[in-house]
């Protein structure tokens, strides 16, 4: 299935005008508001990135039944793909989720002692979840990938091995949206607590739409680099 | 949601009466199908590789309950005995639940249908989403963090009776993983912030 919604040579203000969502990715790319009417290209030759990657990942943001063709996924994008996959991982820390953990603190405050503190207890054994399944894929899986792609010497690690890792995380963030749905007391912080909603729900989002790239973009990638690897020859 | 799945059961029984008689009092729930009637205990372990069963209805006196213990008990079928005179507690506690012979239609398939951790619809039966007292103990155990062979000695029960328990609390709470429902229950003064830490 092809998809001819965004190109290269679109305005990238047209880009954000079909689907706002895509604002998150930018600064995952580097890019900053401010680009007047210059194209897709023209913004991302400005930050060395390959336009046909943005494309994709601009794709797999807006349509959920989007798999991109093996043919398109190319050696070229591994480095890209990989800065995209780390600078999103310090996105998600750094913004969504100390938000999420401000206000899911403040709200926790408001509840009596014993109970604010399994909250936070919560909170923080969610967090490290994430933070030790990102620490796991920059130190395991990216220098993998690396090694993969530059045709060196690999250890016995194989992307197989990858795959299974999301569900712990995905189950935990559910549970947090029924605890501030359903369990937190009636009137504590109604409004805070929508507000808090609406950002995890936003999370859940963006963090199925970042397993999306993995699985449909990283890892045909990097089988495509093992087979080739095994035979010697290039992809 | 619940009106399209059909679930596969299998009957281990040796008796016609019964085998004919539970089929028809089961025909109008189109959601029970039977798949397979195995008449003796010993084919019990093949027919179930080949099968995947949902659930098992179960004469106790076909099969020694101590080959029952799944490989797998995520994947393990609920398993129900059927019960035609007393049945030692010790058999018992291998079984989610038991239908005896003078249950009626509408109680087997409720007893199916708890088994089978199926949602009931809203406001047609009499459980809500309330915990049920057993259920909250077993949230307590869960919340302390024993896992599912002790919580089933704790309790007496079997470890397929502790699983469907568990499927039941999630269901019904809609919370999944260990320290979520470790919260549930401190929200709901089921057990002490001391007993977790």
């Known amino acids: ?235 | 949601m619940a009106g399209n799945k059909t679930y596969k059961i299998v009957l281990i029984e040796s008796s016609p009466i019964i085998i004919q008689g539970i089929q028809e009092l089961l025909r109008p729930h189109r959601e029970f199908s039977f798949i397979a009637v195995v008449r003796k205990g010993k084919r019990y372990a093949e027919t179930l590789r080949h099968l995947s069963p949902d659930l098992l209805l179960v004469n106790p006196q076909l099969l020694d309950s101590r080959q029952m213990q799944p490989t797998d008990p995520a994947e393990a079928p609920a398993v129900i005995a059927l019960s035609y005179q007393y049945l030692h507690p010790e058999i018992l506690q291998h079984y989610n639940t038991v239908i005896d012979i003078n249950d009626d239609r509408e109680t087997i398939v409720r007893k199916l249908q708890q088994a089978l951790a199926i949602p009931q619809p809203a406001g047609e039966t009499n459980e809500s989403n309330e915990l049920s007292v057993r259920e909250k103990e077993i949230l307590v155990s869960v919340a302390k963090g024993m896992i599912n062979k002790e919580i089933a000695e704790q309790h007496h029960i079997s470890v397929h009776t502790v699983i469907t328990h568990r499927k039941n609390i999630t269901r019904k709470t809609g919370i999944k993983s260990i320290s979520g429902l470790t919260v549930f229950a401190i929200l709901n003064n089921l057990i002490e912030m001391s007993e977790v830490e």
Do not use: W
């Open chain 1, 1 to 235: 299935m092809k998809y001819l919604v965004f190109t290269p040579e679109m305005k990238l203000a047209d880009v954000i005008h079909v689907n706002y969502k895509l604002l998150l990715i930018l600064p995952r790319f580097g890019i900053s508001l401010g680009f007047g009417d210059k194209t897709v290209r023209e913004c991302c030759t400005e930050q060395g990135i390959r336009p046909d990657f943005f494309v994709m990942a601009c794709h797999l943001y807006t349509f959920d039944d989007y798999i991109p063709a093996k043919d398109e996924i190319i050696r070229e994008m591994v480095d890209d793909l990989i800065r995209y996959l780390k600078h999103s991982h310090s996105y998600y820390l750094e913004n969504p989720v100390a938000a999420i953990r401000e206000q899911f603190h403040q709200i926790a405050l408001q509840s009596d002692p014993a109970h604010s503190k399994i909250l936070h207890r919560f909170f923080e054994e969610y967090k490290n979840e994430l933070i030790n399944h990102f620490r796991y894929e920059e130190e395991v899986v990216f220098p993998y990938i690396r090694k993969v792609a530059n045709r060196e010497e690999a250890d016995s690690y194989k992307i197989d091995m990858f795959e299974e890792n999301h569900s712990n995380i995905e189950e935990k963030l559910n549970d947090l949206k029924n605890i501030v749905i359903k369990y937190l007391p009636e009137k504590t912080a109604g409004t805070e607590r929508i507000r808090l909603l609406f950002d995890i729900f936003q999370l859940e989002e963006d963090v199925n739409r970042h397993t999306l790239i993995e699985n449909r973009v990283l890892i045909p990638l990097v089988h495509k680099l093992e087979k080739g690897h095994g035979r010697k020859q290039n992809v």
